[in-house]
């Protein structure tokens, strides 16, 4: 019986649930503001794209190029960003829309430290801010997964055991 090879959209969907289940866990101990908490879905992305390489190139028993590792990886990456910008922009939308309120609010104490910055610039970004919040998080999602996806997915085909075969070869008697 031939084994059957998982899809990076199932790969995809799995770390993309993970991620989602880590936001919700931040989201209701109120930590999302916590920026160490928030830099960690960031090694959840890495790892699982790295793990999605080394367990494709395991199921191909190795017989696969660094392009084809690296191209399972991207696929997987770019389910996982398309998956995130989704639930991001529902999310924000319609399940947590309180999420805007506590974001500038954050960002409002961050600033108030900042002895560069008057009222009025403060109260002027936040504003800006607010109007293109959504934007603004769907852009930060698709740009930042995209990058470590891809750093990941070149770390993960960098160290899948490979052993291209090719059909040229002659068997060894």
Not at 42 to 64: D, E, H, P, T
Not at 126 to 149: D, K, P, Q, V
Request: glycine fraction near 6%; aromatic fraction near 12%.
């Amino acid at each position: 019986m031939e084994q059957k090879i998982a899809t990076p959209v199932q790969k995809g969907l799995m770390i993309s649930l993970i991620l989602i289940v880590y936001g919700l866990v931040l989201y209701f101990t109120n930590q999302f503001g916590n920026k160490t908490l928030g830099y960690l879905q960031y090694a959840v992305l890495i790892g699982g794209v790295i793990w999605s390489c080394i367990y494709f190139a395991k199921q191909m028993n190795g017989n696969v190029t660094f392009g084809n590792v690296f191209a399972h990886g991207f696929k997987t990456t770019a389910f996982i960003t398309a998956l995130m910008a989704v639930y991001t922009f529902i999310s924000i939308k319609f399940i947590f829309p309180d999420i805007v309120d506590k974001t500038i609010e954050i960002a409002r104490t961050e600033m108030a430290s900042n002895k560069d910055l008057s009222e009025d610039q403060v109260n002027q970004l936040l504003e800006m801010t607010r109007n293109n919040f959504t934007l603004i998080a769907i852009s930060a999602i698709l740009l930042m997964f995209a990058i470590y996806g891809a750093v990941a997915s070149l770390i993960g085909a960098a160290i899948a055991k490979k052993n291209p075969q090719t059909p040229f070869a002659q068997p060894q008697i």
